[in-house]
């Protein structure tokens, strides 16, 4: 069974092939980020344009690196929330058109829950993947770690999920882009942020961590005002002083320092609760999901820190991919899950768990 998944939620246009939800045969990217990084960060309009001109030729490339024709496909699947609006019309409006021209049977797959199924990829033959050697078993527990969300989540079989906690303002990935911002590193901040901290000392600087009534709840805004505040304590300045003006008044080693300091403890804090998470609930199995996922700090701390073994996926398929799609796709033709309605499936910019 062949599901051809498409992916437009924010900046990247993304479509691939998987077979079986495990074997990953085509995987297709390409992404407008350096047309937002100039603005330090997406923007919207840009996005849902860039969409349009690539959609199609990603789509026929991911089928022609799959060798596979439509009438070989099983089905699509499609992203149509969470995201931003106008990208997420791309999208959904062209799996819309395929599946009636088609006539394939059409999947409305979450992003988040998405980002989950990237690792039950365990098999591919396109070149410089690194896959699990089998996939994760139920209950399985989910760390998602993104741009837009950060979410501890229970998954006790295929679409069958407990949401243990959710951020309650930033997602881990928006500070780590907003903290770069402030200390003058590029778009996106997840990795400029990892590169600088290499510099750093982790431990040269206090930073606080949020807690929550729900002690899986998560909470990054504090976090991000505190190293705004520890910044301009570092160039002598008062609380009233731009950020805009910090990244040219801090030097290599502060800067180095506060990304290191502030990458610790904002990983600490996701992994903190994750343990306390796996404690409680003994999954048999705990995997993280979303951009943030390759973060190797996040690597680091999780294996040193989770009691068990932890397999994880490439980091390619961590950030917004057609792959975790068409995976997810898989499964929902598999177990016979609804259809979306071809004549109507709307997007939904604000769709939670
Ligand atoms: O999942 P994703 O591609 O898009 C959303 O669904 O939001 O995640 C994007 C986020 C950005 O905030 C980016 O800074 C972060 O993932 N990110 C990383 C890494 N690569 C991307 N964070 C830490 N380490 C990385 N290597
Ligand atoms: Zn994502």
Same mark, same amino acid.
């Given at each position: 069974m062949r599901i051809l998944g498409i992916e437009t939620s924010c900046d990247e246009t993304a479509a691939a092939v998987v077979e079986d939800g495990r074997y990953l045969i085509s995987n297709v990217v390409a992404s407008s980020m350096a047309l937002h990084?100039?603005?330090?960060?997406?923007?919207?309009e840009i996005a849902a344009r860039s969409h349009i001109e690539a959609i199609i030729p990603v789509i026929d490339q991911a089928l022609a690196d799959a060798s596979c024709s439509w009438a070989q496909l099983d089905g699509i699947a499609v992203t149509y929330g969470a995201g931003l609006n106008g990208s997420l019309l791309i999208g959904v409006l062209t799996a819309r058109s395929i599946a009636l021209c088609r006539h394939l049977p059409l999947? #409305?797959?979450?992003?988040?829950?998405?980002?989950?199924?990237?690792?039950?990829?365990?098999?591919?033959?396109?070149?410089?993947?690194?896959?699990?050697?089998?996939?994760?078993?139920? !209950?399985? %527990?989910?760390?998602?770690? &993104?741009?837009?969300?950060?979410?501890?989540?229970? %998954?006790?079989?295929?679409?069958?999920?407990?949401? *243990?906690?959710?951020?309650?303002?930033?997602?881990?990935?928006? #500070?780590?882009?907003?903290? #770069?911002?402030? *200390?003058?590193?590029?778009?996106?901040?997840?990795?400029?942020?990892?590169?600088?901290?290499?510099?750093?000392? !982790?431990? &040269?600087?206090?930073?606080?961590?949020?807690?929550?009534?729900?002690?899986?709840?998560?909470?990054?805004?504090?976090?991000?005002?505190?190293? *705004?505040?520890?910044?301009?304590?570092?160039?002598?300045?008062?609380?009233?002083?731009?950020?805009?003006? %910090?990244?040219?008044?801090?030097?290599?080693?502060?800067r180095a320092n506060i990304a290191a300091s502030f990458e610790r403890i904002a990983v600490e804090t996701v992994v903190d609760k994750t343990i306390s998470a796996y404690e409680e609930y003994q999954p048999a199995a705990v995997v993280i999901a979303g951009g943030v996922a390759a973060s190797t700090e996040l690597r680091r701390q999780l294996t040193e820190r989770l009691p068990v073994a932890i397999a994880y996926t490439d980091p390619k398929l961590c950030t917004d991919n057609g792959a975790m799609i068409a995976t997810i796709g898989c499964y929902k033709f598999k177990q016979h899950q609804p259809l979306a309605d071809p004549y109507s499936l709307a997007i939904a910019p604000d769709l939670t768990m």
């Amino acid at each position: 069974m062949r599901i051809l998944g498409i992916e437009t939620s924010c900046d990247e246009t993304a479509a691939a092939v998987v077979e079986d939800g495990r074997y990953l045969i085509s995987n297709v990217v390409a992404s407008s980020m350096a047309l937002h990084a100039v603005y330090g960060g997406i923007v919207p309009e840009i996005a849902a344009r860039s969409h349009i001109e690539a959609i199609i030729p990603v789509i026929d490339q991911a089928l022609a690196d799959a060798s596979c024709s439509w009438a070989q496909l099983d089905g699509i699947a499609v992203t149509y929330g969470a995201g931003l609006n106008g990208s997420l019309l791309i999208g959904v409006l062209t799996a819309r058109s395929i599946a009636l021209c088609r006539h394939l049977p059409l999947y #409305a797959i979450n992003h988040v829950e998405g980002h989950v199924y990237a690792n039950f990829l365990t098999d591919t033959s396109l070149p410089g993947y690194t896959l699990p050697a089998r996939q994760p078993l139920f !209950p399985l %527990l989910a760390l998602i770690v &993104s741009g837009g969300h950060t979410q501890l989540v229970l %998954l006790h079989d295929h679409f069958n999920l407990t949401l *243990l906690g959710r951020t309650q303002d930033d997602a881990i990935g928006e #500070a780590f882009d907003k903290v #770069a911002k402030m *200390l003058g590193l590029p778009y996106p901040g997840g990795p400029s942020i990892g590169l600088a901290a290499k510099a750093g000392d !982790p431990y &040269s600087f206090r930073l606080p961590k949020a807690h929550l009534t729900n002690k899986y709840d998560f909470s990054f805004s504090g976090l991000k005002t505190a190293v *705004l505040r520890l910044a301009q304590e570092q160039v002598g300045e008062s609380f009233g002083f731009p950020s805009i003006k %910090l990244p040219e008044r801090l030097n290599e080693a502060q800067r180095a320092n506060i990304a290191a300091s502030f990458e610790r403890i904002a990983v600490e804090t996701v992994v903190d609760k994750t343990i306390s998470a796996y404690e409680e609930y003994q999954p048999a199995a705990v995997v993280i999901a979303g951009g943030v996922a390759a973060s190797t700090e996040l690597r680091r701390q999780l294996t040193e820190r989770l009691p068990v073994a932890i397999a994880y996926t490439d980091p390619k398929l961590c950030t917004d991919n057609g792959a975790m799609i068409a995976t997810i796709g898989c499964y929902k033709f598999k177990q016979h899950q609804p259809l979306a309605d071809p004549y109507s499936l709307a997007i939904a910019p604000d769709l939670t768990m």
